[in-house]
T-cell receptor, first 116, second 114 residues
Framework: DQQVKQNSPSLSVQEGRISILNCDYTNSMFDYFLWYKKYPAEGPTFLISISSIKDKNEDGRFTVFLNKSAKHLSLHIVPSQPGDSAVYFCAASAAYSGAGSYQLTFGKGTKLSVIP | DVKVTQSSRYLVKRTGEKVFLECVQDMDHENMFWYRQDPGLGLRLIYFSYDVKMKEKGDIPEGYSVSREKKERFSLILESASTNQTSMYLC?????????????FGDGTRLSIL
């Protein structure tokens, strides 16, 4: 059962416009959420995170919103740039005790294409 | 900056071979992870280690084992390689000073089993 879902495999956006990437989760134990960006032939790079005690976190052009009641988070990129074209992974961590607390559960990714 | 180095970017092996993938991190991180990434499946956790000589199975450990003899090095072993283990393998490390720390990834090893 997929606990972290990114239902859009791909997204195309014009340069300068807003990109919105969505992520849904099913496990109510998740309390920390991250977004990673991945270029081809490179490893994922950490982008931004949010704890469940917040509903918004901003870092420059990137903002993550968390709606706990809907078990939904989204990543907003404003303005979008061609260099933002990459695969974006949503990930979640649960407040388990012991070794389980170290794990991240990843979504399948959304490929963002920013068109010049 | 955290540096996670995977020994090979590309590797080609034959079915039945024993394959070693090596990963080294330079930040004295306690936690290290091995994932595989396949199209349409995202990143799936194979094994992780929360300290030296400690290991835990992830979601897809079958056909793999790991070794962590030194803090900076985490090895993934394919005991008898099969074609369904052709994949991109990603290593990551993380500090445990604070629970909510991101994992930092290497650039991956693209492994082909013929």
């Amino acid at each position: 059962d997929q606990q972290v879902k990114q239902n859009s495999p791909s997204l195309s956006v014009q340069e300068g416009r807003i990109s919105i990437l969505n992520c849904d989760y099913t496990n109510s134990m998740f309390d920390y959420f991250l977004w990673y960006k991945k270029y081809p032939a490179e490893g994922p790079t950490f982008l931004i995170s949010i704890s469940s005690i917040k509903d918004k976190n901003e870092d420059g052009r990137f903002t993550v919103f968390l709606n706990k009641s809907a078990k939904h988070l989204s990543l907003h990129i404003v303005p979008s740039q061609p260099g933002d074209s990459a695969v974006y992974f949503c990930a979640a961590s649960a407040a388990y005790s012991g070794a389980g607390s170290y794990q991240l559960t990843f979504g399948k990714g959304t490929k963002l294409s920013v068109i010049p | 900056d955290v540096k996670v180095t995977q020994s090979s970017r590309y590797l080609v092996k034959r079915t039945g071979e024993k394959v070693f993938l090596e990963c080294v991190q330079d930040m004295d991180h306690e936690n290290m992870f091995w994932y595989r990434q396949d199209p349409g499946l995202g990143l799936r956790l194979i094994y992780f280690s929360y300290d030296v000589k400690m290991k835990e199975k992830g979601d897809i450990p079958e056909g793999y084992s790991v070794s962590r003899e030194k803090k900076e090095r985490f090895s993934l072993i394919l005991e008898s390689a099969s074609t369904n283990q052709t994949s991109m393998y990603l290593c990551a490390s993380r500090d445990t000073g604070f629970r909510n720390q991101p994992q930092h990834f290497g650039d991956g090893t693209r492994l082909s089993i013929l």
